[in-house]
């Protein structure tokens, strides 16, 4: 019987895993403008997959955006923040080797003009090897996925 009190205690102290709630709402009112349509498209399908694998979404910003797990699930859970902007935030922040917390800061203080303002205010310019590495990592994203690219 003494087991039985050490694990409700220790349920309690656990803390639930968190998973990533984009809903098919949320990704139907969703623009973004990064100023390259390619990159658009594909930031608003991130969301869709986002509804649909939350899991696999938080996953992927964890293991290569470098961003942690729970961090990224606060954003998108308790914060309002759309799927696919902490996706771009955190692996924006990968390509200009900052902070994603420096980009989500950013974005939060100022998001008028949307991300392709946002960058232009980062400490590091933005620059075509920038967008050109963004751009292969959404294409690593979807071969991780098993997902072809709209």
């Known amino acids: 019987m003494k087991?039985?009190?050490?694990?409700?205690?220790t349920l309690l102290l656990v803390p639930a895993v968190v998973s990533a709630q984009q809903t098919a709402e949320r990704s139907a009112a969703y623009t973004v403008d990064t100023g390259h349509s390619w990159l658009d498209a594909r930031l608003a399908d991130i969301n869709h997959y986002a509804e649909r694998y939350p899991d696999s979404f938080l996953d992927e910003l964890a293991r290569y955006s470098g961003v942690r797990r729970a961090y990224a699930a606060a954003l998108i859970n308790n914060h309002g923040w759309q799927?696919?902007?902490?996706?771009?935030?955190?692996?924006?922040?990968?390509?200009?080797?900052?902070d994603c917390r420096q980009s989500v800061r950013a974005f939060s203080a100022d998001p008028e003009g949307g991300w392709e303002a946002v960058v232009t205010r980062l400490p590091v310019p933005p620059e075509r090897a920038h967008w050109q590495a963004m751009r292969e990592a959404v294409e690593?994203?979807?071969?991780?996925?098993?997902?072809?690219?709209?």
């Open 3 to 9: 087991l039985l009190p050490f694990l409700l205690t």
């Open 83 to 98: 799927a696919a902007d902490v996706y771009f935030a955190c692996f924006w922040a990968k390509v200009v080797q900052i």
């Open 140 to 150: 690593a994203s979807y071969k991780h996925w098993d997902r072809p690219a709209p």
